[in-house]
């Protein structure tokens, strides 16, 4: 019954290879985000889907493609990947509530790293 | 530019008090959050604040002095599962959250 889940959990590849990160949620969510943390436990927001279209789009590079099939599942391809790109990447999701309230509930995280 | 500030690290003692600061400069605000994060693990939900004054959560309590733009968290009889990151985190008026870059807690016995 986790709220939102991420998978895999760890992932190690090779510098130019193609992986994606699966999100899903089930708490009835309309908007996703895509968070890159780094070694030095800075948040940064990636990406954020509400009801399947993007409406925040860092200045990250487009080797980055957030795909969302529905609005539960928000999953994150990489291509090329390069050494910098090893972090641990967060899911999260939010609901605006009756005070206006969006609460940003994340996932446990996968541990990307490139080498 | 917006701007988030936190201490870096703080150490208190366990059963004492602890107050973590965080002052902000954004465009727009619609409310502060503050998350703790265990080492190896997402962020989790502590507290929320839109308008001023203080809320009480247990042992946890947040404040909110939005003319200052300033907030802290406090935690009161510190356990040592409280050691972790606090993170403070603002949205702006684009509902966007704007993070610091969050404060280490260690607690000693």
């Known amino acids: 019954d986790t709220a939102v889940s991420q998978t895999p959990k760890y992932l190690v590849t090779q510098m130019g290879n193609d992986k994606s990160i699966k999100c899903e949620q089930n708490l009835g969510h309309d908007t996703m985000y895509w968070y890159k943390q780094d070694s030095k436990k800075f948040l940064k927001i990636m990406f954020s889907?509400?009801?399947?279209?993007?409406?925040i789009n860092e200045t990250v590079p487009n080797r980055f493609s957030p795909k969302s099939p529905d609005k539960a599942h928000l999953n994150l391809h990489i291509n090329s990947l390069e050494l910098g790109d090893s972090a641990v990447y967060f899911c999260?999701?939010?609901?605006?509530?009756?005070?206006?309230?969006?609460?940003?509930?994340f996932g446990p995280g996968t541990r990307l790293l490139v080498l | 530019g917006q701007n988030i500030d936190q201490p870096t690290e703080m150490t208190a003692t366990e059963g004492a008090i602890v107050q973590i600061n965080c002052t902000y400069q954004t465009s727009g605000f619609n409310g502060l959050f503050w998350y703790q994060q265990h080492a190896g693990e997402a962020p989790t939900f502590l507290s929320y604040n839109v308008l001023d004054g203080l809320e009480e959560k247990g042992r946890f309590s947040s404040f909110l002095s939005r003319s200052k733009g300033y907030s802290y968290l406090l935690l009161k009889e510190l356990q040592m599962k409280d050691s972790a990151s606090y993170l403070c985190?603002?949205?702006?008026?684009?509902?966007?959250?704007?993070w610091g870059a969050g404060t280490k807690l260690i607690i000693k016995p």
């Open positions: 889907y509400n009801n399947k279209e993007l409406i």
């Open positions: 999260a999701s939010s609901q605006e509530d009756t005070l206006y309230q969006e609460t940003q509930y």
């Open positions: 985190a603002v949205m702006d008026s684009n509902y966007q959250l704007i």
